[in-house]
């Protein structure tokens, strides 16, 4: 959920001028994308101390690795890391479309929940927990006593492959891992 205090009135702003410009998008998806009109040379230091250089767009900051073959390569200016990118989107999203995310989000929730009552689910879940023998596919150790989904795109139609026997304890370290790297 995004705070208050993520909105950035200027950066909303330059939102605007960029997708009037046509310099961004709505994406078909939800959210907005770059279209990475304008990406000039530019020569980029890795952490391994290696030079690579690439194209780097003026707008988001994408960075496309390109043949160094031929170029001048210390008259290119330096890759810098884009964080305007990421208050952007912060700004134009919290504006409109984290609002509807949400929305959906709590809808799509709430369908989720109900199917985890229906017999199609109890049945996926049952002939998951028999594959595994009813031992955690996690740890390959403690009694299996849940079933996680490795993805939900599929939720409501899952391919079995998609669903995994798991214990309480492995469950719970890997929706802890998942929540701390979505928040990132
Ligand atoms: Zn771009
Ligand atoms: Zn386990």
């Known amino acids: 959920m995004i705070s208050e205090s993520r909105y950035d009135a200027a950066a909303a702003e330059r939102g605007d001028e960029l997708l009037r410009a046509g310099d961004i998008e709505k994406h078909?998806?939800?959210g907005y994308r770059c279209l990475c009109k304008s990406m000039p040379?530019?020569?980029r230091v890795q952490s391994n101390g290696a030079i690579c250089i690439g194209n780097q767009c003026r707008v988001c900051g994408r960075f496309a690795v390109v043949s160094k073959r031929g170029v001048d390569v210390a008259a290119l200016p330096e890759y810098r890391s884009n964080e305007a990118w990421g208050v952007l989107l912060s700004a134009l999203s919290g504006r409109d479309y984290l609002r509807e995310r949400e929305a959906h989000s709590a809808?799509?929730?709430a369908e989720y929940?109900?199917?985890?009552k229906t017999p199609a689910w109890q049945n996926r879940r049952?002939?998951?927990l028999d594959?595994?023998?009813?031992?955690c596919e996690a740890c390959l150790e403690a009694k299996a006593t849940q079933v996680h989904h490795t993805t939900y795109r599929h939720a409501g139609n899952e391919p079995l492959w998609e669903l995994r026997a798991i214990c309480g304890s492995c469950h719970e370290k890997l929706t802890e891992l998942d929540r701390t790297r979505e928040s990132t």
């Open 131 to 135: 594959r595994a023998n009813g031992i």
């Open 113 to 116: 929940d109900a199917y985890l």
């Open 107 to 109: 809808i799509w929730w």
């Open 126 to 128: 049952r002939r998951v």
């Open 41 to 43: 040379l530019t020569r």
């Open 28 to 30: 078909p998806a939800g």
